[in-house]
Structure formats: structure tokens, C-alpha cells
């Protein structure tokens, strides 16, 4: 592999709790190992890639754990308005997948006592909103893709997706192949 490509390559990060939080090139990977703010973790019998300096070998393992304690950034639910509500639902409409001419959509109408809630607001193009009208989605026929829930914290997001989608065997968190089959919601 050339050395650009090899320095490109996807290095999971584990916090000192063995939370995986991010992901880093294997460029960041080496430096936060020199500097001693990382170590190799051996989840798996994984090849690791080596890193060649005029004094040192380094291999750089596919899983990384922070040796030092990072303050955790507060993170809040974002506000309910049109941006995030839109990057929540991937800009598509929760009814027929369009994506043009996209509005919000309360699930049940303000009319009827809904609120402006995350729980309660979906993405919705405008034939869509002008068909369900002021009904619910039961009433008018028209089942929600995805159910409606507040953005979670992005590094939950992440450990959740990666828990999720890394081959890993049940001892160690991972599910295994017939078991993540089943087990998607």
C-alpha cells in the first residue's frame, strides 16, 4: 500500500472508559500514540499497518484507547426548528421518501393539541403536509417511515453504530452475524 493511502486508513478511538468515540486517520492515530495520549488496544487479531521513520517502526493497530481523561463537552438537544429537523430525517420526507419541496409536519396537528416537540415534528414535502391535512398519520392513511425522536448525543451515536456494525464476538460487545440480523429495530 502506498504511504498516503496507508496514512488515510480509519483508526477507531476508544476513550479511557473504552467508549468508542471517534474515528482518526492513521496519521492522528501515530501522533496521539507518540505523545503517549493513546494505546493500542487488541480487540481483535487484526493486522496493523507500520509506519517507517529513519528511527522508528511503528505499528499502528486498527483500535486505539486515550490513556488521559478528557473533560466531557456538554451537549444539548439542539432546538426544534426546520435546520435540524431536516438533518434528523436525512432531508426526506417521512411519508413517500421525496426529497423536494420539504416542509415540517406536525405528527398531531397543533389544532388538535400537538406540540413543537422532536417526538411530534417530522419532515414532510408539501403535497404530503397538504394531504394529511389536519389529521394524524393513522387517520389519513399515511404511515411515518421512522418514528420521530430527539437527536441523540453524537458520540452515542457513533459507539452505537459502531457496537453495531463492527464483527466483533458477543464476549467482547459485538453480536454475531445471525444475531445483528435479527436484532436490527
Not at 136 to 162: R, S
Amino acid at each position: 500500500m502506498i504511504a498516503n493511502q496507508v496514512l488515510d486508513q480509519s483508526v477507531v478511538v476508544f476513550s479511557k472508559n473504552y467508549l468508542p468515540i471517534s474515528k482518526v486517520n492513521v496519521r492522528r492515530a501515530v501522533q496521539l500514540l507518540i505523545a503517549g495520549k493513546a494505546e493500542a488496544l487488541d480487540l481483535v487479531q487484526e493486522t496493523s499497518w507500520f509506519v517507517r521513520s529513519p528511527s522508528i517502526v511503528l505499528a499502528v493497530p486498527a483500535y486505539i484507547r486515550l490513556t488521559v481523561a478528557s473533560v466531557e463537552r456538554i451537549w444539548k438537544v439542539p432546538p426544534v426548528n426546520r435546520r435540524e429537523v431536516l438533518r434528523r430525517d436525512n432531508h426526506t420526507c417521512q411519508y413517500c421518501s421525496s426529497r423536494k419541496h420539504l416542509t415540517l409536519d406536525h405528527v398531531l396537528p397543533v389544532s388538535r393539541g400537538g406540540l413543537h416537540t422532536w417526538d411530534n415534528v417530522v419532515t414532510a414535502c408539501e403535497r404530503c403536509n397538504q394531504r394529511k391535512s389536519d389529521r394524524t398519520p393513522l387517520e389519513a392513511g399515511m404511515p411515518l417511515h421512522t418514528k420521530p425522536k430527539a437527536p441523540m448525543h453524537p458520540t452515542v451515536a457513533f459507539a452505537e453504530h459502531f457496537w453495531r456494525s463492527e464483527p466483533f464476538p458477543p464476549e467482547i460487545g459485538g453480536t454475531s452475524k445471525h444475531n445483528a440480523e435479527t436484532n436490527i429495530s
